[in-house]
């Protein structure tokens, strides 16, 4: 487990060290750019800036599917498949998984009372949760027609896309900030990648 995590904090470190030298190399030559010839780093930001809504993309993710026909037209079926998952997984549940092998397994990231604990929470939770399912997997085979009333009082449609328009308008003070005060901006554009440079340069040889 250790080697695992050791091994991935490693890998995540050199990606986010190789994006920061890019980053500030990046912000070095466009802050001298914008020094030697802004017209021609302005036509690239004009050319390459275009405005990507999320709107269209969420308004299909969140358009909705019944599935209460197809599974009441093979509520037997449904039902059987419901009650076999569950059945399974309360045996694996009661019968096959030691929380004792799970808090040693995870002993290092935290104290052993707190993961026993966490562990035992989880475990009454899923098999409360798979009791639930075997009942309802049952009521599908016998008689679906009693999810009605739970339907209608659970059934409602979450929309993914946010309710104020406003967040998800284009902000065009920056670009606006920069073609006013080319020069300011090239030269802490510049100075912000030379000190970045600079500063994993001297730890990097450190």
Known sequence: MNAAIAFLVSVLGQTLYILLLLGAALGLLIGIMLLVDSQRVLRWNAYLNHWISTGESLRVLDQPHDIKRVVYRRHRFVGLVVLAAALYALDVLVFNI???????????????????????????????????????????????????????????????????QALD?????????????PRVAGVLAAGGGLFVLFSVGVGWLL
């Open 98 to 164: 030691q929380t004792r092998t799970l808090v040693h397994i995870f002993s290092d990231l935290a104290k052993p009372a707190t993961l026993q604990l966490f562990a035992d929470g989880a475990r009454l939770f899923l098999v409360g949760g798979n009791a639930l399912a075997i009942l309802a997997g049952i009521i599908l085979v016998l008689r679906p027609s009693l999810f009605k009333g739970v339907e209608g009082w659970t059934d409602r449609e979450y929309a993914a896309r946010l309710s104020d």
């Open 169 to 181: 308008a284009p902000r065009y003070q920056p670009d606006e900030w920069v073609r006013a005060h």
